[in-house]
């Protein structure tokens, strides 16, 4: 028989309690000390990412902070990772990633819940099929080649922004086809405006989201820049579609439009223009972190970057790299990796529960912001030796160091039903992008002293200034 609560429920599926536990029964996450509440915040505006490395050695496996009506519940660790992971009914996306709603629309993934996420997701998959990915290989290498011809040696320049242009014309073209990639940089600017609303103080965030005000204006009004560009682009391609001579499109919007449920019905016009935005808005300012970071950490360790680029040397020589090279790079993968564990851009990512439930020991509140952090756990040095030093061999099976990755102890991307869907359109640019670079240019850091900002797009705080030297 199947149980009748929420908490008998649980039970029988193994999983921690959930329902409203009586008093005592737990220790209370849904009352944050205080004092833990100001420290923390003190240190996380100060340095995000080391204060939650402290909150997590303070205060273990599960900590509260936060006003108490509304805490925000940290969780750490694989064994947290995995049982929020496992208890995707127990949570819902739309009030969690609420801040996202200004840019992404109403009907973005991120957003949905339930039956429509389920939808919205089987129609928006196939469009990042591994194989169709492969095929982007080609435009992402023209790309990065035809702004490294432009370093030549003896320039500064901020390598985070020269790279943050390149992965956003690609990321456009390669999506959304090359009309659109012409306005890559218009798309970007406004886009930017709407992006900067996101990546500012959470507080600033939920204050500026109570009351109109002139700066969500221009927010509302980037993003309703950006929707009219892309449905004049689809009526472009209807018409072109139903014009004799046809016109194929080879790209994901050509996919999203021409995706259908078993009943025949395809993506509304604003859930395609959602999907349009969100994706382009998910994909590029994670990716350029992720990239700077790829360049940051082989500046910093010349024995790694010497070995990658010997690879690149015997695998790829003297052409741009291609689709079928990027399996032998077996070496840039491990680099790819270790950097996406060192620096995952996605520091923490959140969930809000619809009832209460009971983990560690702790009764946690439905309402509550349920976080986990990719950022902590790959730097457990239970879960990964040596966690803080970058060593590209430990993705390599036969190395001393080497841990099988789990989705519990390495998830750059997330897990669970809103996994990033574009994880491998991600770590294949990258992956290409490092492969250009080694295969055509030598670069030292201006400084070293370099800090990370930002806990949805983590990147080097002012940038990656470098010196061109060859
Ligand atoms: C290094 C680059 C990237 C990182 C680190 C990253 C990370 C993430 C994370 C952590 C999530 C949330 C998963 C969760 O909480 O369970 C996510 C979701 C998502 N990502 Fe990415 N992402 C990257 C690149 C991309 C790219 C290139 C695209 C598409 C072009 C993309 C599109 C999405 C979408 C649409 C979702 C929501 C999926 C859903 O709700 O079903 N991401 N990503």
Known sequence: MTPRTPAGRARAAGRPRTGRA???????????????????????????????????????????????????????????????????????WREAFDL??????????????????????????????????????ERMAANTDAALRTWQPGRTLDAYAELR???????????????????????????????????????????????????????AAARAQVARRVDEEVARRLREDTAPEGAAHDDVLAMLMAARDEDGAGLTRQELQDQVISLISAGYDTTSAAM???????????????????????????RLPEAGDLPALTFLDGVVNETLRLFPPAVLSARVPVEDFEYGGHRIPAGAMVLYSPYVTHRMPEVW???????????????DLHRPATPATYLPFGGGPHRCIGSTLATVEIK??????????????VSRAVTPTSVTAMRPRGGLPVRIVG
């Open 22 to 92: 009586r008093t005592g029964r737990a220790r209370g996450a849904a009352r944050p000390p205080l004092a833990l509440t100001v420290r923390h915040g003190i240190a996380f505006t100060a340095d995000p990412c080391a204060s939650l490395l402290r909150l997590h050695a303070e205060a273990g496996p599960v900590a509260a902070v936060g006003p108490r009506r509304k805490p925000l519940v940290h969780l750490f660790g694989p064994d947290a990772n995995a049982f929020v992971f496992a208890n995707s009914g127990l949570f819902r």
């Open 100 to 137: 996202l709603v200004p840019v992404n629309g109403e009907t973005a993934l991120i957003v949905s819940d339930g039956a429509d996420h389920r939808r919205r997701r089987r129609l928006v998959q196939p469009a990042f099929h591994h194989r169709r990915v492969g095929a982007y290989v």
């Open 165 to 219: 242009s390149v992965i956003r014309r690609s990321t456009v073209e390669v999506l959304f086809g090359d009309r659109l990639a012409a306005d890559a940089e218009v798309i970007g600017r406004r886009l930017q405006v709407a992006l900067a609303a996101i990546d500012r103080n959470f507080v600033l965030q939920m204050m500026l989201r109570q009351i109109p005000n002139p700066y969500m204006r221009r927010v």
């Open 292 to 318: 700077a970071w790829a360049v940051y950490v082989l500046a910093t360790h010349p024995e790694v970057e010497e070995r990658a680029r010997r690879e690149v040397a015997e695998v790829v020589g003297d």
């Open 385 to 399: 030796p040596l966690a803080g030093r970058f060593r590209p061999e430990r993705w390599d099976p036969s190395s």
């Open 432 to 445: 290409t992008m490092l492969a250009c670079l080694l295969r055509r240019t030598r670069l030292r850091l």
